[in-house]
Structure formats: structure tokens, C-alpha cells
């Protein structure tokens, strides 16, 4: 069973930076689809970034150039550093995981769908104040 727990989230003021991290136990990282989600209030889940067994990343449109995925294979720990925030940034993040291999190459889909995760931790939250 993987188990993941999040860390980092915290209020910053527009044009922050913030590092969010995710331990992982259960499984190696190195072996793993990861991705970061993010909630906000009354709005779907939105798939933020992703790294497919420590190779390929996919972001979405709101976060290139501005956030960056990466993971720690000897930590066992994936991380989002994120730059330039904006208050559209609040919500609260979560850090997903898959086992299942994925296509090459992947559609934003398979990505970033929140049904493409089956572990997910219990989320950290990311206020950005104007």
C-alpha cells in the first residue's frame, strides 16, 4: 500500500515562492507515477504537474514556466517548487500515485486525470494573498 504525506503548504504573499513536498512510503518513486493536484473551493480537482518514473513531466497551461516537479529517488520523495504565485494558486495540493505503466507518449489526460491516480494524500494547503 503506498502512503503518501504532503508538506510545505503555507501562506505567501503574491509573487512568492513556495517548495511543496510529498513523502512516500510503500513503494519507490523511481517506479511510480507521481502527480500534483490542487482543490479549491467549489472547483474540481485540477492536475497541476506530473512525472512519469522520474523521466517525463507534463504540466498544465497555468503552471509552465512557473512550477517545476521533481523527486528525490534516495529520499524517496517528490517535490513542486513553485515560483511567482498568483492567488488563482490557492487551494489545497495534493500529491498522487500510480503504479500502472503508462504509454509513451502520454495525452495530457493520462497525465493529469484524477482517475489516472490511485493513491492520494490527505492535501496541504496554499494561500497566496494580493
Known amino acids: 500500500q503506498v502512503r503518501l504525506v504532503e508538506s510545505g503548504g503555507g501562506s505567501v504573499q503574491a509573487g512568492g515562492s513556495l517548495t511543496l513536498s510529498c513523502a512516500i512510503s510503500?513503494?519507490?518513486?523511481?517506479?511510480?507515477?507521481m502527480a500534483w493536484f490542487r482543490q479549491a473551493p467549489g472547483r474540481q480537482h485540477e492536475g497541476v504537474a506530473s512525472?512519469?518514473?522520474?523521466?517525463?513531466?507534463t504540466y498544465t497551461d497555468s503552471a509552465k514556466g512557473r512550477f517545476t516537479i521533481s523527486q528525490d529517488n534516495v529520499k524517496n520523495t517528490l517535490y513542486l517548487q513553485m515560483n511567482s504565485l498568483n492567488p488563482d494558486d490557492a487551494a489545497v495540493y495534493y500529491c498522487?500515485?500510480?503504479?500502472?505503466?503508462?504509454?509513451?507518449?502520454?495525452?495530457?489526460?493520462?497525465?493529469?486525470?484524477?482517475?489516472?491516480?490511485?493513491?492520494w494524500g490527505q492535501g496541504t494547503q496554499v494561500t497566496v494573498s494580493s
Open positions: 510503500g513503494g519507490a518513486v523511481s517506479r511510480l507515477s
Open positions: 498522487a500515485a500510480d503504479l500502472r505503466s503508462r504509454p509513451a507518449p502520454m495525452t495530457a489526460v493520462q497525465a493529469l486525470g484524477v482517475y489516472e491516480y490511485s493513491y
Open positions: 512525472i512519469y518514473r522520474g523521466g517525463s513531466t
